[in-house]
């Protein structure tokens, strides 16, 4: 923990524990919207990997469809709209440009109306609807709710309470960008992996796209994966 000022606004804490194997426990989706960060500047890939094709669609799309089959309302969070025009949900532009990806959470959480939003990246184009629903009928008290995957924490798969604005505001006015920083200063509960591991889908769902290398070998895996 660190003695930084946004920090004294840290939320209440509360321990709670989730079962793996209560999948089909109803979440009330209402309160929960969607949002896909689009605002990386894709160095490592040459090329917009939202837009490169995986199995016959671009990768943005899949993750699109994923997210508009469990949310009432999912949000583009990207400063190039132009480019996505064919998603057919609003785009919201960072409120704090070039500062990563937790100004694009904080934008999801400036454009929305529900206490929740879920957060995912990109480019991500296999992510489990098990799993979100899941990491979703966490929620309780917390701030956050952060799974952890074979190979660490997922904050771009995670779901972040409005409450968060009154941290992330002043973290990013004082040119703060680290999301573990977020995690620190709220009441955030990490999955373990060993929990979020029993889920259909779960080592699937944190797979990511940066590199070209990366993309073929996924392409490769699921080349019949709809």
Known sequence: MTSSAWQDNRLSSQNHHGDAGQTDIPVSFDTISGAILAGGQSTRM??????????????IERVYRSMAGLFNKTVLVTNHPEQYRFLPCPAVA???????PLAGIHAALTWTTTDWV?????????????????????????????????????????????????????MLQQGHRRIAELHEATNTHFVPWEEVARLPGAKQSFQNINTPEAFARLSSACRYVR
């Open 46 to 59: 040459g090329t917009d990997k939202a837009l490169l094709q995986f199995n016959g669609q671009p990768v």
């Open 94 to 100: 960072d409120h704090f440009v070039e500062s990563g």
């Open 118 to 170: 879920f957060v995912v990246a990109c480019d991500m184009p296999l992510i489990s609807t098990v799993v979100i629903r899941y990491l979703c009928n966490l929620a309780d008290d917390y701030d956050a709710v952060v799974p952890c995957s074979s190979t660490g924490t997922e904050p771009l798969h995670a779901l972040y309470n409005r409450r968060c604005l009154t941290v992330i505001e002043p």
